[in-house]
C-alpha cells in the first residue's frame, strides 16, 4: 500500500465588525461555523459510487442497511464543520492494486495502461493523471472525515476554492488552501523582496538618483525637503517608503522621468507649480486657472513638449531664485 499525503487548509476569511475589532481582547473570536450546502451535498448525495465508497465507514452502517438512505439524509443535515481561523484536513489517498473495494475499476484502468502492475505505479499513474474528484475511484482517502468535508468544501457557495477567489462574492466567508498554493505564495513573495532589494541597491548606489527619488516622492506623500536629510536619514527614508510603497520603489528606480519629476516636485515646493491636494493635477503656481496636466504622464509630456519651452525654462530661472526658500 502506498499512502500519498495531501494537506488542505480551510482558513476563515478574516470580516471582523467594528465591535469586534474594539473589543477583540475582551470578546475572543469564536469558532466559525461551515453548515450544510444544499448545492454541495446535493451533488456528492447524487454520485452513488462515491457515497458506496466513503460513507460505510463514516455511516457505521453497509449500503445493504435499511436504513442506509435515512442515515445518509440524517447525517448530512446535520453535518456541522467548526473552523477556528484554520483547519487542516488530510485529503490524500491509500492506494493498493488489490483493492477489493476497488477491483473493477483498477483493471479498467490497467486494461489501457499495462504499466499499473504495483502500488507504486497506481499511485503515480492516478497522481498525475486523474482528476482529485475521481481519484476515490482507486485510492482510498487516508481520512474519510477530512475528505468528506474537502469535498464539500468545494462545492460550498461560501467557499472559495483558492485564495485568490476569495472576494469574488460578499457570500464568501471562507477559502481553501493548498501546500501548492503556499509554494507559489512564497515564490512570488520572494520574487518581489528580490525586485525590491534591487531596487533600493539602484537608488542607494547614486547620490543624485536617491536625492531625486526623495524629493519624486513628494509628489505622492509629502516626505519633506530632500536636500535638508544627512545620508544616514536617506537610508532610513527609503527603507520606510519602500515598506509603506513598495510598488512605487520598484517603478522609480527604473524611471526614465525620475529627474524630471523631482524637478517638479521642487517647484511645487517653491510654489512655483501647485498640486491640488489628494490629486495628481498639478497648475501654475500664481495662475491656478492654468493646468499642467491632469495626471503625472499629462505633466510630463508639457514639460516635454517643445512648444511650452519658455514657460519651462521660466519655471527653472525662477526655481534658482527661490532654491534657498524652499520650506525648512
Known sequence: MIEISKIVEIRVKQQESEFQKINSTHLPRGADRLGESKRSTSKLKSDGKLMSLLMPELLGISEESPKWDERLVE????????????????VGHLYSINDPNREEDIKLLQKDNKLINSDESLANYVESNIPYERRILYGRPINSYDYLVHRIALEHGHVANNIKDVDVSPRIRFYLYTDEEKAIQLKEEAESKRNLIKAQSIILSDDTVLSDVLWAYNLVKPNGNADKYKDDEKVIAI??????????????????????????????????????????????GINKDVTLGNQMIDVIRYFKDSSNAQVVNAYEMKYKSLIGKIDK
Open 75 to 90: 447525517y448530512f443535515g446535520s453535518l456541522t464543520v467548526y473552523i477556528q481561523n484554520t483547519l487542516k484536513l488530510e
Open 239 to 284: 527603507d520606510r517608503i519602500s515598506k509603506e510603497n513598495p510598488s512605487w520603489i520598484l517603478s522609480i528606480s527604473t524611471d526614465k522621468n525620475l529627474s524630471l519629476k523631482a524637478k517638479i516636485a521642487k517647484y511645487i515646493a517653491t510654489g512655483i507649480l501647485y498640486q491640488l491636494p489628494g490629486s495628481d493635477v498639478i497648475t501654475d
